[in-house]
């Protein structure tokens, strides 16, 4: 049986608190930091395209606009409403996972969109809050001692390893490692002991020769020009060692 847990509290779940009131709360200083960061990427495309907007830098300013906004009005619905609905959230995004398998749009290699006429829907980028929502959930839910219990544990784990694979079969590595990474961090800040950690990592790398041999070709070339990206200086491993030469010649901008 999953745990439901105590109440969920929050800075922005007072009923008596005001739309106004809610948009003093958010963390604005993170919002700065973002749009700083996000202004690099811009001044970039920008750079990139000889001095014009278009045709990346004008695009990718509209998207981020429209994200922000987003993010703001996620930001002001009560945490009770997103965590109430954290489990159907998850079921939606593995519908939609192997939706994407059965009738996907293939693009650059792999079958991850779906096409909706209007727009090309990413499952995999839902399934990334999705799965966020649901860990947190489900740790939320739990006792003390419930964070050591392996059984506990075991449903967790295979909570993330089911996206993770449907992901993968797109196939996605990069995708499917950075929702590795993200569950990792929340069972860190659940409590989960290091020793678990280091088992985990432990069996994990025991797994590496064989999960090698149903990695594809990109995906393998992809972790070696990782680790030795002066294998292919003007291959693959082109973009990282421009990016080296750059920033070793204490630049950011190249165009």
């Known amino acids: 049986m999953i745990p439901v847990g105590p109440r969920f509290s929050s800075p ?9 009131d809610k948009i ?7 919002i700065v930091l973002m749009t700083a960061v996000a202004s690099i990427g811009f001044l970039t495309l920008y750079s990139a395209a000889g001095g014009n907007l278009d045709p990346w830098a ?41 939706a994407v ?6 693009g650059m290699g792999a079958q991850r969109w779906i096409d909706l006429g ?15 929502l649901t860990l947190a959930r489900y740790f939320h839910g739990a ?29 996605d590595l990069g995708t499917a490692m950075m929702l590795l990474m993200s569950s990792g961090a929340i069972f860190f800040m659940a ?4 020793w678990m950690f280091g088992t985990l990592i432990g069996l994990g790398m025991a797994a590496v020769p064989v999960a090698w041999q149903f990695l594809h070709d990109y995906q ?34 190249v165009g």
Do not use: C
């Open 143 to 171: 006792a003390g001692t419930d964070v050591s219990r392996p059984p506990f544990l075991l449903a967790a784990i295979m909570i993330v390893l089911v996206p993770v694979a449907l992901v993968l079969k797109q196939p």
């Open 118 to 132: 209007f727009i090309q829907l990413q499952p995999s980028e839902i399934a990334k809050v999705a799965l966020i």
């Open 12 to 20: 922005l779940n007072r009923t008596d608190m005001g739309w106004r």
């Open 220 to 253: 393998k070339k992809r972790i070696i020009i990782f680790l030795n990206p002066d294998e292919e200086p003007l291959g693959a491993g082109y973009h990282i060692t421009q990016s080296k030469i750059a920033l070793g010649s204490g630049g950011i901008f």
């Open 24 to 30: 003093w709360q958010i963390n604005w200083a993170l």
């Open 58 to 98: 004008w695009k990718q300013m509209v998207r981020f606009a429209g994200g922000l906004v987003m993010m703001i009005i996620v930001a002001m619905i009560d945490i009770r409403f997103w965590m109430r609905h954290a489990y159907g959230l998850y079921l939606l995004s593995l519908v939609l996972l192997v």
């Open 191 to 194: 409590g989960v002991r290091l």
């Open 101 to 106: 398998e059965i009738k996907g749009t293939i």
